[in-house]
C-alpha cells in the first residue's frame, strides 16, 4: 500500500498491513516517550500506538520535533494490530513483482528500508525490522 508521509513516498506491502484507519479522532499522548511517538487512539477495541512515521526513519529530514503534526489523514495498522504508522495520504494499491523492485543488499545502516520501487520512486518497508526500532518485540 503506497503512502505519502511529509514528501516521502513509501509502500507498506500488503501482507504486514493489518488494517486501515482514517485518522479522525485525537490520540491519547502520554509524557516521557521518543519523538517518533504521536500517541494511542483505539481502534477495533485495541489500543494502537501511533508512529510518527517519517520522525523514525528519517529524522534528518525534518526541521525540528516542535513541529510535529497533529493528525494525517490515515493510519496504517501494522505488526499484531498495536502499531500504526501515521500518513499524510494514501495512494492506489500496486501490484508489485520481484523486478519492480531494487532490493536492499546487506544489513546495517536502514535496516527498515527492504528496497526502492522504481517506477513510483518509493521506498519499499520492511515492517519487521521497522517494528524492531520501537522495542515491538
Known sequence: MPF??????????????????????DLT???GQPDWYMGVFVHRDQRVVVIDTAQLIMPERLEKVSERRQRGSHVLIVGDGRWGLACDSLQSPLTLGKDDVRWRRGEGYRSWMAGTVIDQLSVLLNVDALLDMVGHK
Open 4 to 25: 505519502k508521509v511529509r514528501g516521502m513516498n513509501l509502500v507498506v506491502p500488503l501482507m504486514s498491513l493489518c488494517s486501515i484507519s482514517e485518522w479522525d479522532q
Open 29 to 31: 499522548q502520554i509524557p
